[in-house]
């Protein structure tokens, strides 16, 4: 089957390990909200967190950048920091030494003029994901928050600097009106057999990837069922912290309401055993929802979401 999945950070890339252990055909549409230029470099942290995952060599730890990293540049850039008294620079961002070879490989490549998706293909050559991953724009994009006393930062800066720990009025794709799909996008969801919305963060991640003109449209035009598994479990999400960002936009962090705020483009979604009643409330609204064990522990345990994702989809299929 060709299976074209809407994905997040570490969420997804964990998701996709045991999906694709199920042989299918999987094209992967990455989230480019997170994009930030730092020192000159452009750095996509989901579509490097799905390559290093699916290619063996993210952080088992972390959950982003790579294994077995070393922190030497971003230490030495803390001592300019130190020295100079400035506070300009972002070296509250970990970028690790290893890492930093695919920032720059990544940056060579887009000034020859490559666009992001193809650059994106390069990268993804070496690591061998077994997955076709490609951006949702070749446009740049990214996220910004609002914060309660009105001051806008860059996602990164909310997430890792202030650790979503103020509060966000709004959040908003910058550059999201210009976008356009990367070529492929939309081709890749009117053509697949299913659509998956993997656990990812609802708001900056797979709802980032639907605020690019032209893809929100193709997830609902597609003939293909689509099918979504909660990224929260009893209340709180299974990973990082998406309830802040549902706060920002007044959704409540629960399994229903995710499903409801996804609305229309979903015919399926999966809730864990623990929120039996969310699944049940949402079928008694109309939408096929079922309860199954969604804690990805282990690589069998992750096939086996992928494996009820895509039973469901058949079983809704239109
Ligand atoms: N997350 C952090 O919490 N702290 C960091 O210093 C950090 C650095 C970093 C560098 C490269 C990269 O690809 C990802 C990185 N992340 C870091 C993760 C990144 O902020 C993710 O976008 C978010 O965690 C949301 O998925």
Same mark, same amino acid.
């Given at each position: 089957m060709r299976i074209t999945v809407l994905a997040g950070g570490i969420g997804a890339a964990r998701f996709l390990t045991g999906l694709r252990t199920l042989g299918h055909n999987i094209t992967v549409i990455g989230n480019n909200g997170d994009d930030v230029t730092m020192y000159g470099l452009r750095i996509c942290p989901d579509l490097d967190t799905v390559m290093y995952t699916l290619g063996g060599g993210i952080s088992a730890e972390r959950g982003w950048g790579r294994e077995d990293e070393t922190f030497r540049v971003r230490d030495d850039i803390g001592a300019y920091v130190a020295a100079s008294?400035?506070?300009?620079?972002? !070296?509250?961002?970990g970028l690790g030494d290893l890492d930093l070879a695919t920032h720059l490989v990544r940056a060579h490549w887009l000034a020859e003029g490559l666009p992001l998706s193809t650059v994106t293909a390069r990268l993804c050559a070496r690591w061998e994901t077994g997955v076709r991953l490609m951006p949702s724009t070749d446009d740049p994009v990214e996220t910004h928050v609002t914060l309660a006393d009105g001051e806008r930062v860059h996602f990164q800066e909310w997430w890792v600097r202030l650790h979503a720990s103020v509060p966000a009025n709004a959040i908003e794709l910058f550059g999201a009106a210009d976008a356009q799909p990367a070529p492929g996008v939309v081709d890749a969801i009117a053509d697949a057999d299913v659509v998956l919305l993997p656990p !990812?963060?609802?708001?900056?991640s797979v709802g980032t990837i639907l605020a690019i003109k032209g893809i929100r449209e193709a997830v609902v035009a597609t003939a293909a069922p689509v099918v979504g598994v909660s990224p929260i479990i009893g209340g709180a999400p299974?990973?990082?912290m998406a309830d802040a960002c549902l706060a920002a936009i007044g959704v409540e962090t629960s399994a229903y309401a995710v499903a409801r705020h996804y609305g229309d483009l979903l015919d399926g979604w999966l809730v864990d055993e623990s929120d039996k009643a969310d699944a049940d409330r949402l079928a008694g609204d109309g939408l096929a929802a079922r309860a199954v064990p969604?804690?990805?522990?282990?690589i069998d345990a992750t096939a086996r979401i992928a494996d009820a994702a895509l039973t469901l989809a058949a079983d809704v299929r239109k």
């Open positions: 008294g400035t506070d300009d620079l972002p !070296s509250w961002f !990812s963060n609802p708001v900056v299974v990973r990082g969604l804690w990805m522990s282990d």
